[in-house]
T-cell receptor, first 114, second 110 residues
Framework: DAGVTQSPTHLIKTRGQQVTLRCSPK?????VSWYQQALGQGPQFIFQ???????QRGNFPDRFSGHQFPNYSSELNVNALLLGDSALYLC?????????????FGPGTRLTVT | SQQGEEDPQALSIQEGENATMNCSYK?????LQWYRQNSGRGLVHLIL?????REKHSGRLRVTLDTSKKSSSLLITASRAADTASYFC??????????FGQGTRLTINP
C-alpha cells in the first residue's frame, strides 16, 4: 500500500521564477492538502483539493495555485518566487467523509529560493 | 496564524525518562492530533483524540484533552533515543484542515 509520495525531494530556484511541486495521495484517498513549513515553524495550511476543485484556502497569496487530477494526484504551483517562499512543502492526503480527518503526510519537497 | 502553542519549545531528557509536552489552542475543535517529525521531513501521525474524549493511549503514548481549558498534553513514557524529534499538535475545527502549533523539539540523551 503506497503512502503519500512527493516530487522532487529538493529544488533550488531563483527569485521571480515559477515552480511546480507534485503529490500522489495514499491509495484510496481522494483529498489532498498542501502545507508550507518554514524552518523552525509548524506547518501552515495552503489549500485543499477535492473532486478537482479547491475546497479551502489558507492565508496565502494568489501566487500559490494548485490543481488536482482525475487520479487524485495534485500539483502546487508558485509564481514569482520570493526568498520567503523557501520552505518545506508538505502534501497530505485524506478521505472525505472520514469522520476524524486523519491526514497522511508525504516526505515533503524542500524548496530553496536564492 | 497558528492555532496552537506548544510548551516547552524544547525539551531534553535522559533515555528512560518520561517526556511531557503541552498544547494550548484558541477555538472549539472537532479533534486534536499529535504528529512527530524527524529532521525536517514528513509528519508521522501519532494519535487523534476526539473532542468528547478526555484521555487516550497508544503504546507508550498518552494524550489528554481538556476542552474547558483548551489544552492537551502528550506523555511519552520510557523514552528512547529514537523518540528524538519535533512533536506538533494540530487542531481540526471541522473543516478538514489542520492548524498546527510551532512544535516541541524533544532530545533524548543516551
Amino acid at each position: 500500500d503506497a503512502g503519500v509520495t512527493q516530487s522532487p525531494t529538493h529544488l533550488i530556484k531563483t527569485r521571480g521564477q515559477q515552480v511546480t511541486l507534485r503529490c500522489s495521495p495514499k491509495s484510496g484517498h481522494d483529498t489532498v492538502s498542501w502545507y508550507q513549513q518554514a524552518l523552525g515553524q509548524g506547518p501552515q495550511f495552503i489549500f485543499q483539493y477535492y473532486e478537482e476543485e479547491e475546497r479551502q484556502r489558507g492565508n496565502f497569496p494568489d501566487r500559490f495555485s494548485g490543481h488536482q487530477f482525475p487520479n487524485y494526484s495534485s500539483e502546487l504551483n508558485v509564481n514569482a518566487l520570493l526568498l520567503g517562499d523557501s520552505a518545506l512543502y508538505l502534501c497530505a492526503s485524506s478521505l472525505v467523509g472520514q469522520a476524524w480527518n486523519e491526514q497522511y503526510f508525504g516526505p515533503g519537497t524542500r524548496l530553496t529560493v536564492t | 496564524s497558528q492555532q496552537g502553542e506548544e510548551d516547552p519549545q524544547a525539551l531534553s531528557i535522559q533515555e528512560g525518562e518520561n517526556a511531557t509536552m503541552n498544547c494550548s489552542y484558541k477555538t472549539s475543535i472537532n479533534n486534536l492530533q499529535w504528529y512527530r517529525q524527524n529532521s525536517g521531513r514528513g509528519l508521522v501521525h501519532l494519535i487523534l483524540i476526539r473532542s468528547n474524549e478526555r484521555e487516550k493511549h497508544s503504546g507508550r503514548l498518552r494524550v489528554t484533552l481538556d476542552t474547558s481549558k483548551k489544552s492537551s498534553s502528550l506523555l511519552i513514557t520510557a523514552s528512547r533515543a529514537a523518540d528524538t524529534a519535533s512533536y506538533f499538535c494540530a487542531t481540526d475545527q471541522g473543516a478538514q484542515k489542520l492548524v498546527f502549533g510551532q512544535g516541541t523539539r524533544l532530545t533524548i540523551n543516551p
